[in-house]
């Protein structure tokens, strides 16, 4: 039992504290945010071919209402982000999009695509299929900015559709599925320049595009029907296996070629930053980064590459991409493998 006297904490004071934290880190959460929404546009308006079908109109900018967002955000968001509950708000717009060159910012209320009123419930989701219905159709935007409203004309552009989910997680991580592209603010952390931060993105996308799940899949069922094959010969002599010979070969197949898989997808998504018009020089530096905060991604494992062949294999694509870029010719790296389309995503966190 401690033994100590303790101060007394009042209940009130320690809310007000807490409150203060909660706005604080949500202030934090969406500055954040904005920059991985500006990286992630770049990357898939400049590679919107190599998404084949996963595509959409978009136009650069993420609205809400409190009530749009979780429940958990609700008492404090409107104090933290200083938006209203009688209309949705930009809180972020990025730079250089088609909505900002219409000249929106962060913090003017959007009520309006041609004329049609935006929800208050699921505003972000709504905008996001109102979009890819309208496509590259020139679209007006009631704006209000200090209680004053105008009408502007943004023209949206056709980009990769992937979500793009921004966590807050001190883990390092980033993962693509079938459905998005998650992204840690541990991993955010570690990236000192945009060009960094593309090169973590650009690598999510091409593990999509180039349809390594897909691929994983295929060769886990491989491994599955071998280990089946086992099983059922174990079997035939009276001795039950439980499947275990078809599970263990499962778990193999899956990890065929995994670290391959890495290494293409650092490869590819080297070029998808390229395109982004980002410079790639000292970008594999994020590499040590990474190995320092998370040991275990410097000695050899079987999922990904060591960050030190990352490291040495991205400054001799960065060379590849400088030596293309100097005889004029196109970007466009030399993959072996056939891409994989995908089907539309209707995820609620995409960014658009």
Known sequence: MPVSKLPDLPADVVAAEQRRE??????KYYAELHRVDTVAFRLRTANVADCKNWVSAQ?????????????????????????GWTRPTAISVVDDSPAAQAGIVAGDEITALNGELIPLWGTAGWIGGWLRTNGTRPVRVDVRRDGVGRVVTVTPVMACAIPIKYVADEVVNASAS???????????????????????????????????????????????AAGAAIDVGILAGGVSTSGAFARQF???????????????????????VARAGYDLKGVEDVWRRIGLAAPDNILPNWSHPVTAARFVQLRKVAAEIEEKERLHQPLVPDLKYVTVEHEPATDETVRF
Do not use: C, W
């Open 250 to 272: 499962g778990k193999y197949g899956a990890r065929a070629y995994s670290v391959k898989f890495e290494r293409e997808a650092d490869y590819v998504g080297a070029y998808y």
């Open 178 to 224: 079938d459905t998005r592209i998650t992204i840690s603010s541990g991993i955010v952390a570690l990236t000192e320049t945009d060009a960094q931060l593309a090169l973590i993105i650009g690598h999510e996308m091409a593990h999509s595009n180039l349809g390594h799940l897909d691929k994983q899949r295929f060769n886990q069922i491989l491994g599955m």
């Open 22 to 27: 909660q706005i604080t880190q949500l202030r």
């Open 59 to 83: 136009i650069g900018l993420y609205a809400v209402t409190p009530r749009s967002l979780p429940r958990k955000y609700q008492s404090y968001i409107a104090e933290a982000l200083n938006i």
